[in-house]
Each structure stands twice: as C-alpha cells, then as structure tokens.
C-alpha cells in the first residue's frame, strides 16, 4: 500500500486504472484523527492521505474524500 515508488509522488493504483471516489453520505467528518483520500482532483484516488487534526467538523469535506478509518490511542 501507499507509494510503492518510494518518491512520495504517488504511484499506479492497485487497480491499474482511476476508479469513482467511494465517498459515503454517512460517512461524516465530524471529528479529529479521521484517515481520508486527499485527491488532486475528482476520481483520481492516488496514494495520498490525510488525517484531521484540531476539528470538530469539516463540512466542506463530506461528500468529497474517500472516508477511510478514525485513529485512536491513549
């Protein structure tokens, strides 16, 4: 997973090629530590991730990445 290229620039998907961003309506950004897709532009889905740090919400979010997992710890 991630860029097997190991230059940080990404990478061919697993799939070959782009597929549709799986972004869920569901699936909300509603808390900080969310693991998500950080696409350059719509459906490229390339091995670039985020995680929120210091949010409460992000509306402008949802609906637009691919919402993967939240991290937790102690």
Do not use: C, Q, W
């Not at 940080?8 to 699936?27: C, I, K, M, V």
């Amino acid at each position: 997973s991630g860029d097997k290229t190991g230059t940080g620039a990404g990478g061919e998907s697993f799939f070959g090629e782009p597929f549709e961003d799986e972004a869920h309506p569901r699936l909300r950004f509603t808390h900080r530590g969310l693991v998500a897709m950080a696409n350059e532009t719509r459906n490229a889905n390339e091995s670039y991730f985020f995680i929120t740090l210091v949010l409460d919400r992000a509306d402008e979010l949802h609906g637009k990445r691919t919402l993967f997992e939240r991290v937790v710890g102690p």
